[in-house]
């Protein structure tokens, strides 16, 4: 046997290419030929997240060409609709005839389906027996959709998930930990479906209670611990209490997903990598749709996977697509997904989207990631106020923990927004008030507008193990529907 031993050989890339350290090192051009990438590349698929904007264009349109056409043939309820509006796969040449004529879909209109013919509706595009893993949305905006996944679609997903973790720095020979509870919510399967596509040994942290997720984390040694940001830091504070620095563990990246995280929120991505002395990444992702945006690595937003996804920003109000730079709602179609096809899908997230970043990526850009959602953005005296900017101003505060709330209510005005957050347990009863009337102050000199806020005692909000409930709308339903029909900054 020649000196590369089975031992070494490690598939990659291509199917069937196998490969180890001494072959690596040929010329640029095998490793184009073979499939092959360096350990030291700053992308996963160079070609692909560096491509040209107007190749990718040229690639997105046979995409959605294609997709529409095979929506319209196996997808009955886009039969149904394009029928009904006469519209024909052929009448799609353009994006903009994408944008303009398929028509926009919400969540609602699957929901009010599924009933009919269950558990999918008639959205379902692939015979039922070649659905390989059935998922869920969390639900945290209501009933949860159901959601099919061919064998294909998991690993698509499942490399939607590798873009971001190879770009800042995790590499097969790394171990993930995943501190979840694993359940229907698509979110943390498809990352685990990430991991097996990369190649790193997966460790569950399923049924462990946050004091167990830190003792297998020191027994274990993983180098990746995937959880939501805030838990991330619950995880921290258990391990400060157990005596436990976690700055000294094996643990080297941590990665996010399920709420505004590191990107979106610089002041937590901060206190995340203080406290487990790792580099944090993240991911934003619509469960039903794709893990379709990894964070850059200039720190200051996410990238659209535009390898399997299309998005464009609307005017929620008017339905037009906005200008790049401006405020709109993110309309997503996932170019891949066979099992359930999703066109033009509104994600109700608030996004500013540009195409161009130093990081040298020409994929979309979000800024700043998701800035709100369509029904939690609210106009406070004429000023719109997003969620995710109060959220920075209370990551960055001193004294002020990671334990906080935003409750909408409204009153004769409009939108009342109240922040509720506890103080760390350092800051003494006494001073709590004059923590929170400075924080009220931050936030009406970064925001110009100035809102409630209430101090609460350590404790006294509730912990969450999966996604964190940020924002608590206690708006009248009425008002909620009629805010979301309409769009933000109408009252």
């Given at each position: 046997?020649?000196?590369?031993?089975?031992?070494?050989?490690?598939?990659?890339?291509?199917?069937?290419?196998?490969?180890?350290?001494?072959?690596?090192?040929?010329?640029?051009?095998?490793?184009?030929?073979?499939?092959?990438?360096?350990?030291?590349?700053?992308?996963?698929?160079?070609?692909?997240?560096?491509?040209?904007?107007?190749?990718?264009?040229?690639?997105?349109?046979?995409?959605?060409?294609?997709?529409?056409?095979?929506?319209?043939?196996?997808?009955?309820?886009?039969?149904?609709?394009?029928?009904?509006?006469?519209?024909?796969?052929?009448?799609?040449?353009?994006?903009?005839?994408?944008?303009?004529?398929?028509?926009?879909?919400?969540?609602?209109?699957?929901?009010?389906?599924?009933?009919?013919?269950?558990?999918?509706?008639?959205?379902?595009?692939?015979?039922?027996?070649?659905?390989?893993?059935?998922?869920?949305?969390?639900?945290?905006?209501?009933?949860?959709?159901?959601?099919?996944?061919?064998?294909?679609?998991?690993?698509?997903?499942?490399?939607?998930?590798?873009?971001?973790?190879?770009?800042?720095?995790?590499?097969?020979?790394?171990?993930?930990?995943?501190?979840?509870?694993?359940?229907?919510?698509?979110?943390?399967?498809?990352?685990?479906?990430?991991?097996?596509?990369?190649?790193?040994?997966?460790?569950?942290?399923?049924?462990?209670?946050?004091?167990?997720?830190?003792?297998?984390i020191l027994r274990?040694?993983?180098?990746v611990v995937i959880?939501?940001?805030?838990?991330?830091?619950?995880?921290?504070?258990?391990?400060?209490?157990?005596?436990?620095?976690?700055?000294?563990?094996?643990?080297?990246?941590?990665?996010?997903?399920?709420?505004?995280?590191?990107?979106?929120?610089?002041?937590?991505?901060?206190?995340?990598?203080?406290?487990?002395?790792?580099?944090?990444?993240?991911?934003?992702?619509?469960?039903?749709?794709?893990?379709?945006?990894?964070?850059?690595?200039?720190?200051?937003?996410?990238?659209?996977?535009?390898?399997?996804?299309?998005?464009?920003?609307?005017?929620?109000?008017?339905?037009?697509?906005?200008?790049?730079?401006?405020?709109?709602?993110?309309?997503?179609?996932?170019?891949?997904?066979?099992?359930?096809?999703?066109?033009?899908?509104?994600?109700?997230?608030?996004?500013?989207?540009?195409?161009?970043?130093?990081?040298?990526?020409?994929?979309?850009?979000?800024?700043?990631?998701?800035?709100?959602?369509?029904?939690?953005?609210?106009?406070?005296?004429?000023?719109?106020?997003?969620?995710?900017?109060?959220?920075?101003?209370?990551?960055?505060?001193?004294?002020?923990?990671?334990?906080?709330?935003?409750?909408?209510?409204?009153?004769?005005?409009?939108?009342?927004?109240?922040?509720?957050?506890?103080?760390?347990?350092?800051?003494?009863?006494?001073?709590?008030?004059?923590?929170?009337?400075?924080?009220?102050?931050?936030?009406?000199?970064?925001?110009?507008v100035r809102l409630?806020?209430?101090?609460?005692?350590?404790?006294?909000?509730?912990?969450?193990?999966?996604?964190?409930?940020?924002?608590?709308?206690?708006?009248?339903?009425?008002?909620?529907?009629?805010?979301?029909?309409?769009?933000?900054?109408?009252?």
């Amino acid at each position: 046997m020649s000196a590369v031993t089975t031992a070494t050989v490690r598939p990659k890339g291509r199917a069937g290419v196998a490969y180890s350290p001494d072959r690596v090192t040929g010329t640029d051009t095998r490793r184009r030929v073979l499939g092959l990438r360096s350990s030291s590349s700053r992308f996963w698929n160079e070609r692909i997240e560096t491509m040209p904007r107007e190749r990718l264009a040229a690639l997105q349109l046979q995409r959605l060409r294609a997709l529409v056409d095979y929506a319209y043939h196996y997808s009955p309820f886009y039969r149904e609709r394009f029928d009904r509006i006469g519209l024909r796969p052929e009448h799609i040449r353009t994006l903009d005839d994408f944008k303009q004529k398929v028509p926009i879909t919400d969540k609602n209109d699957f929901l009010a389906l599924q009933p009919t013919a269950p558990p999918y509706g008639p959205t379902l595009a692939i015979p039922q027996e070649f659905v390989a893993q059935h998922g869920e949305t969390s639900g945290t905006t209501g009933v949860p959709l159901a959601i099919p996944f061919s064998m294909y679609d998991t690993i698509r997903y499942g490399e939607s998930w590798v873009y971001g973790y190879w770009a800042i720095g995790i590499r097969p020979s790394d171990s993930f930990y995943f501190a979840y509870s694993w359940g229907l919510f698509m979110g943390f399967w498809s990352a685990y479906w990430g991991v097996r596509r990369l190649g790193c040994r997966v460790i569950s942290g399923g049924g462990r209670d946050t004091r167990g997720h830190v003792e297998t984390i020191l027994r274990l040694k993983p180098t990746v611990v995937i959880c939501t940001p805030s838990y991330a830091l619950r995880i921290a504070s258990v391990a400060a209490e157990m005596g436990v620095d976690l700055r000294n563990s094996s643990v080297r990246f941590t990665y996010h997903a399920g709420e505004p995280g590191p990107t979106a929120l610089p002041a937590l991505r901060k206190q995340i990598e203080e406290a487990w002395g790792a580099v944090a990444g993240e991911n934003y992702g619509i469960a039903e749709i794709d893990a379709l945006g990894m964070s850059c690595t200039e720190g200051d937003g996410v990238h659209i996977n535009e390898m399997n996804t299309f998005t464009w920003a609307m005017d929620p109000a008017t339905g037009k697509e906005v200008a790049e730079g401006e405020v709109g709602e993110n309309i997503v179609t996932s170019v891949a997904n066979t099992s359930q096809v999703l066109l033009n899908y509104r994600s109700h997230d608030l996004v500013r989207l540009r195409l161009s970043c130093p990081c040298g990526r020409t994929w979309a850009k979000l800024d700043g990631t998701v800035l709100g959602r369509t029904d939690h953005m609210v106009t406070l005296r004429g000023t719109n106020v997003y969620p995710t900017a109060v959220q920075n101003v209370l990551a960055a505060t001193p004294g002020v923990s990671s334990f906080y709330e935003l409750v909408l209510t409204r009153g004769q005005g409009g939108d009342v927004m109240t922040v509720r957050f506890e103080p760390v347990a350092e800051v003494p009863e006494a001073e709590r008030d004059a923590l929170g009337h400075a924080l009220g102050e931050r936030i009406r000199s970064a925001l110009g507008v100035r809102l409630e806020v209430e101090p609460l005692a350590p404790g006294a909000l509730p912990r969450y193990d999966a996604k964190s409930r940020r924002v608590v709308d206690r708006r009248p339903n009425e008002v909620r529907r009629e805010l979301e029909r309409r769009g933000p900054g109408e009252t």
